[in-house]
DNA sequence: GTCCTTAATGAACGCTGTTCAGTAAACAGT
DNA sequence: ACTGTTTACTGAACAGCGTTCATTAAGGAC
């Protein structure tokens, strides 16, 4: 008999039925007007059935932060084909600032707010969390420039992809904060920020 | 008689004595805790009564941000005592980033939350706002280095500054937020900003 | 001493996350 | 088909939130 199976996928259907409600209300809007209540009205259950399926808001939220992380690293995926380790990173850093800024509130939930929604991203102790993945991404191609001798610093690569990471985090975030400032366009920051690091990190030529 | 004033005086006393309490409850129990029946108890008064003296709650969270930027500023203050252009904008970094991981609660409260909040710093449009001053202490180190010829770049100062200041931004707004990440450590991340930004930046010597 | 202005209250409204006793429907066993 | 049990779901309830407002108590003026 299927009925174990079958509970199964009603579970799951019944989490994405809650999860793609939450999307909608936080992006129609923003993130701290997602209320248990809203998402109950909006898949026409009682409040009370959500926790039934999950055990608080919060475990909605970090859903969502996963689900938008995933949406991130998708966005970023297409610089993989660049092989030029130093137009890759630059392209990287295009992609990153640039989905910040067409997903305000996604890149907020991730990557503003409490810590521990951070933490479904960062987190797990996996030696391949969503994050870690990620930044690896940014380790090798450092490490490319470091084989190909384009380096001038003798910095780790970890180290050298947290300072870009820090950096593209920084426009986005305070352009999301901010409004007015700063005053330069997020892309003219984006490409004072390359230059300064490239011709400071990288040698001539 | 003197009555007017005496009201007037008390006014700002009972100002400052929510203030004062809204502030230890933010820095012992972190922004998101800060409620204005909290604040009523502190004080012990009606909840009701805040209202006779703040509009909102927003109202006070703004003054409480005008407050710890101005902190901010005084923290940096040191910095204007060094000479050479390169070294004080070096300082300034190093002080912006201590002081945001000094006092997490409040770098949250300015630039990390709603950008209302951060209105109050950046947001009047009078040619002086705290935020536009603080700008301004970088973009003249930047115009003394370019007075200097030290400067291997034409990119306005004011640029220039925004971009540094993205730069020391995206290292306390991460610390903050992502607990365990980046892995390098606060002063090596402004270290290495520092070495790319002034070597991509700068002529050599 | 009376009047009037002012300060302060605390109950109320509608919102929040979360819990839980109660109900109704679906299923299993005979 | 009927009973017994498991399951899904509800909606009322609790404690807390920002905010408003009619009511009360106190202070100053004449």
New interface residues.
């Given amino acids: 008999m299927g009925a174990v199976e079958r509970r199964a996928r009603e579970r799951t259907e019944f989490r994405e039925l809650v999860l793609t409600a939450a999307r909608k209300i936080v992006l129609r809007q923003g993130f701290?007007a997602l209320s248990m209540r809203k998402i109950a009205d909006e898949i026409e259950y009682a409040p009370g059935t959500i926790y039934l399926y999950f055990k608080s808001r919060d475990e909605i939220a970090q859903e969502l932060c996963r689900r938008g992380f995933e949406d991130l690293l998708a966005s970023l995926a297409p610089a993989a084909a660049i092989r030029d380790p130093a137009k890759r990173l630059t392209d990287i850093g295009e992609r990153y600032v640039r989905f910040g800024l067409e997903h305000p509130e996604t890149y907020r939930m991730i990557?503003?707010?409490?810590?521990k929604f951070?933490?479904s991203v960062?987190?797990e102790k996996e030696p391949e969390s969503p994050?870690a993945r990620a930044?690896q991404f940014l380790v090798e191609a450092f490490d490319e420039l470091r084989a190909q001798k384009r380096l001038r610093?003798r910095?780790a690569s970890?180290?050298?992809a947290?300072?870009l990471?820090?950096?593209?985090?920084?426009?986005v975030?305070?352009k999301?904060?901010?409004?007015?400032?700063?005053?330069?366009p997020a892309d003219?920051?984006t490409a004072?920020?390359r230059?300064?690091?490239?011709?400071?990190?990288l040698k001539p030529g």
Same sequence: chains 1, 2.
């Fill in positions: 701290e990557f503003m707010e409490d810590p951070a933490d960062f987190g994050g930044l610093v910095t970890p180290k050298l947290d300072a990471w820090v950096a593209v985090h920084g426009i975030s305070l999301l904060t901010c409004p007015g400032y700063p005053a330069t003219e920051l004072i920020v230059s300064a690091l490239f011709d400071g990190l």
